[in-house]
């Protein structure tokens, strides 16, 4: 018996959490965790880790691999999110820094993270379990057989918390963001799994903050403005680059070179100065270099919230803010979120 490890099942996004009394068969909310999707195999035999791009996640989470046969009671095809817990207990949160650096190509690195900084796996869905191909069957039905499953299984492997109260999905979206989760996400109780298509509903985690154009990267096409690179002032003063608004269209592209032109700090001959963009484990050989801009112009950004002193995700933008004083773009102004124990979301 081999499984074959299908697309993840994806999520739309919507503004509020959804009413179930207006949805046929009804829903089940569950935390959305801020992790790796992982779609776990254990056959027997073998352990795989299939993620939700093309590259396999089994060699980076040895711990996983070792665990999975140990405490599974048998072969089954799964699907959750990898995650990684740190802080003392009683005040523990999700770590997606700590997570983040897992992806190494030193198997000597993976082993020395995977002992300091260990993964849990959050199982959600039972796709396959034995001979039995469960993708068919309603999310209802899976749930169930997911909960006999897991009953007696043991760290590092748990199964997500659920409920079918609207109330409480609200109230663990306000609350569970304390221990690193990113939202709330609604299932539909009637639906088979559909693999790579977005019949799921996910609601996160927005808000706006006004930033700093600090410059701008050329897009890959060679013309226009690939990305906006934007930053705050922290209590010292200092202005620190904190994430990128991209995803304007072609012609926005090319205005914004002329618009920014005015902007663009200049050495003695007249010449753009450039600056050294921060590369991480994921940009490779990708040029990271920039046009500088003076720290003149404000803009406001949706953002869903920040992982230590930058945004998690690349923002959006909203709108030009002419109206604001670059320096009054700080810290101070983001929303803070109060702590919650990650134990006691797992449960």
Known sequence: MRYEIPSPMLAKAAASVPDPAKTTGGLLFEPKWDGFRGLISWDGDTVEIGSRGAKPLTRYFPELVEAIPRVLPGPCLLDGEIVVATGPDGAQRLDWEALSQRIHPAASRVAKLADETPAMFIAFDLLALGDEDLLSTPFAERRERLEALMADVEHPLHITRTTRDRDAAVRWLAEFEGAGLDGVVAKPLDQPYAPGKRTLIKVKHARTADVVALGYR??????????LLVGLYDSDGTLRQVGGVAAWSDVRRR??????????????????????????????SKDVSFVRLRPELVLEVRYDQLEGARFRHTVQFERWRPDRDARSCTYDQLDTVAGYDLADVIG
Do not use: C, M, Q
Not at 218 to 227: E, Q, T
């Open 255 to 284: 205005e914004l070179v002329d618009e920014l032109a005015p902007l663009v700090e200049r050495d003695d001959a007249g010449d753009a100065v450039t600056g050294a963009g921060e590369r991480s484990r994921f940009s490779g």
């Open 218 to 227: 050329i897009h890959k096409s060679g013309s226009g403005v690939g990305s």
